[in-house]
Every structure is written in structure tokens, then in C-alpha cells.
């Protein structure tokens, strides 16, 4: 069974950064379309941003140009990098993966099949 395991959640100020990571345990991460995805309490689960098998990206504007979204197939690991954090980053962020590619519809949570449990994070003065 495939297992998602986020990690580096936590609580900083505005203007900070984090870093996310997620291990793809069982099957390699190469197989996968991987997408980060959040939600916040009282909304609906958002992508954030995806990454196809061949490296290439896709965000969601209101995080272009201060998250970047990474992999290492050797490691079987999905990063997020979030700089620049503003309160209305705050949420619960997932990994998620899937075999088919979900094409244009990338951010999409409901083409992934496969999710982890989720790392908090929140952003605070």
C-alpha cells in the first residue's frame, strides 16, 4: 500500500519560510504525479502545486513566485519550499499522488488517489 508522510509543518511569522517534505514509501515517487495541496478551517481543500514525473511544475497564482515545489526520485521525497508566508497561507498541508496524469486539471485534489495525513501550518504575528 502506498504511504504519505509530510513533515516540517510548524508556526512562523509572516514573511518567514518553510519547508515541507513528504516520503512516498512502498513504490518510487517517479511513478507518480505528486501534488501539495491545503486547506484552511472552514474551506475547501486547494491545490497548491503539483509536479508531473518529468519535473514539470504548476501553482496556483496567489503562491507564484514564493513557493517552489521540488523532488528527489533518489530519496522518494516531494519538498515544498514556502517563502515569503502570509497569515492566509495557514492551513493543513498535504501530499498527494497519482498514477494517471491529471493533465490540466493538476490542482485538482479529487485526481489524486493516494494522500497523506497532513502537517499543520501556521502563520502568526
Known amino acids: 500500500q502506498v504511504e504519505l508522510v509530510e513533515s516540517g509543518g510548524g508556526s512562523v511569522r509572516p514573511g518567514g519560510s518553510l519547508i515541507l517534505s513528504c516520503v512516498v514509501n512502498v513504490v518510487n515517487i517517479s511513478r507518480f504525479h505528486m501534488g501539495w495541496f491545503r486547506q484552511a478551517p472552514g474551506k475547501e481543500r486547494e491545490g497548491v502545486a503539483s509536479?508531473?514525473?518529468?519535473?514539470?511544475?504548476t501553482y496556483i497564482d496567489s503562491v507564484k513566485d514564493r513557493f517552489t515545489v521540488s523532488k528527489d526520485n533518489a530519496k522518494n521525497i516531494l519538498y515544498l519550499q514556502m517563502n515569503n508566508l502570509k497569515a492566509e497561507d495557514t492551513a493543513m498541508y498535504y501530499c498527494?499522488?497519482?498514477?494517471?496524469?491529471?493533465?490540466?486539471?493538476?490542482?485538482?485534489?479529487?485526481?489524486?488517489?493516494?494522500w497523506g495525513r497532513g502537517a499543520l501550518v501556521t502563520i502568526s504575528s
Open positions: 498527494a499522488a497519482t498514477y494517471f496524469s491529471p493533465g490540466g486539471t493538476a490542482l485538482n485534489p479529487d485526481r489524486y488517489r493516494y
Open positions: 509536479m508531473d514525473r518529468d519535473g514539470s511544475a
